[in-house]
């Protein structure tokens, strides 16, 4: 009995070790951690804390991102992937799909104005 039990937590174990492992082999994370992991420093809740009136706003998006209204998510996967000026390019740093991601977080918070609220 005691063994019975101990292989079953033991199979237990192994099972959630395997399924956490395959959730980290495929990336699957979402937009909003990978925004606090990659973006936040800069871009606190939308904002740019480097140049102040380039943030994640509609609005700046709008101003500052030529094609935006038309292509808003390759407009910003563009942006990450190359960076500009003073923003890192994360290329090297992200996945295309960790890019896409973020880019289609960043998209529907602007949309939502970065309101707190999810
Ligand atoms: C080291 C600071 C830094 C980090 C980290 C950073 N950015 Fe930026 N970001 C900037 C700066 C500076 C600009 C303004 C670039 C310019 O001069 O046009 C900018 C501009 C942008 C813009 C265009 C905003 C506008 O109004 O023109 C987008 C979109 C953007 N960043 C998204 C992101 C995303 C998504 C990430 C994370 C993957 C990220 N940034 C990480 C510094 C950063």
């Known amino acids: 009995m005691k063994k019975l039990l101990s292989v079953f937590i033991l199979s237990f174990l192994l099972l ?6 395959s959730a980290l082999a495929e990336g699957i994370l979402s ?7 990659s973006c936040a420093a800069c871009h606190i809740n939308g904002n740019n804390v480097i140049v102040a009136n ?3 706003k509609k609005e700046a998006l709008i101003k500052y991102l030529k094609g935006y209204e038309e292509n ?3 407009i910003i996967i ?3 992937t190359n960076g ?6 994360f290329k090297s740093r992200l996945t295309a799909r960790e890019i896409t991601t973020v880019a289609a977080y960043v998209v529907e ?3 939502k104005a970065w309101s707190p609220l999810e």
């Open 16 to 21: 959630t070790f395997l399924l956490s492992k």
């Open 31 to 37: 937009g909003s951690t990978i925004f606090s992991n």
């Open 54 to 56: 380039k943030t994640l």
């Open 72 to 74: 808003p998510l390759a």
């Open 78 to 80: 563009n942006q990450v």
């Open 84 to 89: 500009k000026n003073a923003m890192p390019a």
């Open 109 to 111: 918070q602007a949309e």
